[in-house]
T-cell receptor, first 115, second 112 residues
Framework: GAVVSQHPSWVICKSGTSVKIECRSL??????MFWYRQFPKQSLMLMAT?????????EQGVEKDKFLINHASLTLSTLTVTSAHPEDSSFYIC???????????FGSGTQLSVL | KQEVTQIPAALSVPEGENLVLNCSFT??????LQWFRQDPGKGLTSLLL?????REQTSGRLNASLDKSSGRSTLYIAASQPGDSATYLC???????????FGTGTLLAVQP
């Protein structure tokens, strides 16, 4: 199956710093990627839909200025958590699909801990 | 707004037992439904994908069914094993934005 690579796997940072998470589709081109976050013992909540070459579409309640998404190429999308605070600590995971109605493949996730 | 619910929230069974996980969704206008497995602290593993025109999909000991009109899907696991212990998530994709919306998850524990 298709492979989605996500880095880093985990990151610890100080409050106020920015953290960038990368999501790459290794063997296919993804015009659309999705970013999710997951709090402990909860399900995945969609944060935003990332479209190659255009602005991301954010879900209600997600601050677009805090969670910057860039999808500059068909194989790479990045999520930058700006001025991170402890409440941003969470598991972030990206996904991509080959086509519109095809199976979604997920990265391995990034555990962010903000001190 | 699409809402996806999974029942039960948690399930503990002895090894060898057959079991059924349930998923229901409020908006039947979906493209497909996907079942995933998530191990603690890890990403997602796709188990089965059912397109809206399909009724079921099978992979090994797993069988997923879809009744789109009633907004329900089930994941049947035969002869459960301790290695099946994980959280199982269903997700539906559809609507104008083609988003994948996840259910609340079922935490499965298979006792040896």
């Amino acid at each position: 199956g298709a492979v989605v690579s996500q880095h880093p796997s985990w990151v610890i940072c100080k409050s106020g710093t920015s953290v960038k998470i990368e999501c790459r589709s290794l063997d296919f081109q993804a015009t659309t990627m999705f970013w999710y976050r997951q709090f402990p013992k909860q399900s995945l909540m969609l944060m935003a839909t990332s479209n190659e070459g255009s602005k991301a579409t954010y879900e209600q309640g997600v601050e677009k200025d805090k969670f910057l998404i860039n999808h500059a190429s068909l194989t790479l999308s990045t999520l930058t958590v700006t001025s991170a605070h402890p409440e941003d600590s969470s598991f972030y995971i990206c996904s991509a699909s080959v086509g519109t109605n095809e199976k979604l493949f997920f990265g391995s996730g990034t555990q962010l801990s903000v001190l | 707004k699409q809402e996806v619910t999974q029942i039960p929230a948690a399930l503990s069974v002895p090894e060898g037992e057959n079991l059924v996980l349930n998923c229901s969704f409020t908006d039947s206008a979906i493209y497909n439904l996907q079942w995933f497995r998530q191990d603690p602290g890890k990403g997602l593993t796709s188990l089965l994908l059912i397109q809206s025109s399909q009724r079921e999909q099978t992979s090994g000991r797993l069988n997923a069914s879809l009744d789109k009109s009633s907004g329900r899907s089930t994941l049947y696991i035969a002869a459960s094993q301790p290695g099946d212990s994980a959280t199982y998530l269903c997700a539906v994709r559809g609507g104008a934005t083609n988003k994948l919306i996840f259910g609340t998850g079922t935490l499965l524990a298979v006792q040896p």
